[in-house]
């Protein structure tokens, strides 16, 4: 297993044992969902709600090492912890308080890599929901893979049910036309 996996393993583990709502998303996900490709970090969300990230901020600083100086006052700012694992991988805790990253939490499944390790990682429709939103370049080719490998086991309606009100947000109509242009070309 490579080192981005072996911390995927352990920021799974370690968020186990907080007992916080979580799943892996980012790189991770695609793995699972995806054709794979290199990732080189871990990305998760964490759910903390607004105004209650101050306990979950506090509580995973205890079990992880800060990357940078100021990682508390910048997930404070930014709803996004900067921290590292044992092995020195980077590891992006968003703290999550939207509905659909409450709804995307619940519908987490868990990933056996193995007999003895297991990863929870989002859907693959939340995985395409957060790609379409997020709509860089690289997330686009993440979001073709995605549908290329699940194809038909996709559920486009959840996919729209929930991307339809983040692109209001970012007034971004353009995503929704590009994505229903890959659905049909699979």
Known sequence: MNGVLDAAVEV????????????????????????????????????????NEEPAIQQLVKRFEPRITDAVEFARRSRVLLVQTS???????????????????????????????????????????QKVFAGRDQDWVDV???IEVRRSSLDHALIRQELEPLLELTEDHAAADRLERLFGNH
Not at 90 to 109: C, N, Y
Not at 116 to 127: F, K, V, W, Y
Request: some cysteine.
């Open 12 to 51: 799974d583990q370690l968020l186990q044992r907080t007992g916080l709502p979580y799943c892996l998303i980012g790189g991770i996900a695609l793995q699972r969902w995806g054709q794979p490709r290199t990732t080189l970090d871990v990305d998760v969300t964490v759910m903390t709600q607004f105004g």
């Open 87 to 129: 092995n020195g991988v980077g590891v992006d805790i968003a703290l999550g308080a939207l509905p659909f990253e409450s709804r995307m939490i619940a519908r987490s499944t868990v990933w056996e890599l193995d007999e003895a390790r297991t990863l929870r990682t989002c859907s693959a429709e939340d995985l395409i929901v």
């Open 144 to 146: 073709q893979r995605v």
